[in-house]
């Protein structure tokens, strides 16, 4: 069997677990996965599409960096929108006050 240290000499950058990840960054273990789907923070996933998700720490000192380069004061780093999902929370919640608006205007 070989022995699968690098060779001298050589560096291998440190995979980080999305536990790691979301100690790193302070978020939540669904966001980290979330954003790795999306393509939004890089990752791998070890052996096939469905292995283990990892972060290459250099990959993602990289993407910090990027984010703190292109930041200004008082602007998003990205342009945000909302998810489908909440897209649809917020317009369930529009219809119902406007129904309830209606509502009191016919009691009125």
Known sequence: MSDPSPAKGTTVDQLLKPSDLVRYL??????????????????????NPDGPLRFVEADIEAWLNDARARWQPGRPTTVTRPSPTARRRTRAKRVAANDQASQMKLEV
């Open 26 to 47: 302070g978020t939540s273990r669904s966001w980290i996965y979330d954003a790795a789907k999306r393509g939004d923070i890089p990752s791998i996933r070890l052996g």
